[in-house]
């Protein structure tokens, strides 16, 4: 049975941090990508980062790249995304999911939430002062 669990998420001010994790059972993550997406009220879903489980290279969305970090704990099947300098347009509902690729296409985030099979359910994400 495959099961992904986020958890983390809460309310920070503007400018503090979260440490999202995301925890995989029923499958090994190797050979795997696992990414994070965000939905916010009313909006559609997106990608904000994705990590490949077999060399841990990693991709960033624009909106989040020098503030997130996407990481790996093989061991624990779980994998992190540690958010810094949070501003009020983070709030989302975030998401883990696996697929084969984080992207089909050259760029990322591209297609890459049509290419994962597996959701976890989220974890909401408040960003207010």
């Known amino acids: 049975q495959v099961q992904l669990v986020e958890s983390g998420g809460g309310l920070v001010q503007p400018g503090g941090s979260l440490r999202l994790s995301c925890a995989a059972s029923?499958?090994?993550?190797?050979?795997?990508?696992i990414g994070w997406f965000r939905q916010a009220p009313g909006k559609e879903r997106e990608g904000v980062s994705c990590?490949?489980?077999?060399?841990?290279?990693?991709y960033y969305a624009a909106s989040v790249k020098g503030r997130f970090t996407i990481s790996r704990d093989n061991v624990r099947n779980t994998v992190y995304l540690q958010m810094n300098s949070l501003k009020p347009e983070d709030s989302a509902v975030y998401s883990c999911a696996r697929g084969p690729l984080c992207s089909g296409s050259r760029d990322y985030p591209g297609d890459t939430q049509l290419l994962m099979h597996y959701w976890g359910n989220g974890t909401l994400v408040t960003v207010s002062s």
């Open positions: 029923g499958f090994t993550l190797d050979y795997y990508a």
């Open positions: 990590i490949y489980i077999h060399d841990g290279s990693t």
